[in-house]
């Protein structure tokens, strides 16, 4: 069974700073290129950050310069790290694994929340 749980989330006042996971089971982890996205009330999902199995990343011009994805295979696990944060970051944060050659072979996480507010 495949399972992919984020952790992490939590209030932060503006310009603090979090720290995501996405501990994975279930999956050969380092095939997977891990996507973290985000949902904000009444706004469409949001594409944040990438990291292939190759360890390429990409990160939104929305975050650029404060969110880092980063990927620890040994620990099957992924992470969002960011900093300086903004009221408008506010969202529920969901991890997405994405097989690298078998698109279809595609999970998700439950989601955690961040809110950014003093």
């Known amino acids: 069974q495949v399972r992919l749980v984020e952790s992490g989330g939590g209030l932060v006042q503006p310009g603090g700073s979090l720290r995501l996971s996405c501990a994975a089971s279930?999956?050969?982890?380092?095939?997977?290129?891990i996507n973290w996205y985000r949902q904000a009330p009444g706004k469409q999902r949001e594409l944040v950050a990438i990291i292939s199995s190759g360890r390429d990343t990409n990160v939104a011009d929305s975050v650029k310069g404060r969110f880092t994805i980063s990927r620890d295979n040994a620990k099957n696990t992924a992470y969002l790290e960011m900093n300086s944060l903004k009221p408008e970051d506010t969202a529920v944060y969901l991890c997405?694994?994405?097989?690298?050659?078998?698109?279809?072979?595609?999970?998700w996480g439950q989601g955690t929340q961040v809110a950014v507010s003093s």
């Open positions: 279930g999956i050969r982890f380092s095939t997977y290129t």
């Open positions: 997405n694994a994405v097989h690298y050659s078998a698109t279809d072979l595609n999970f």
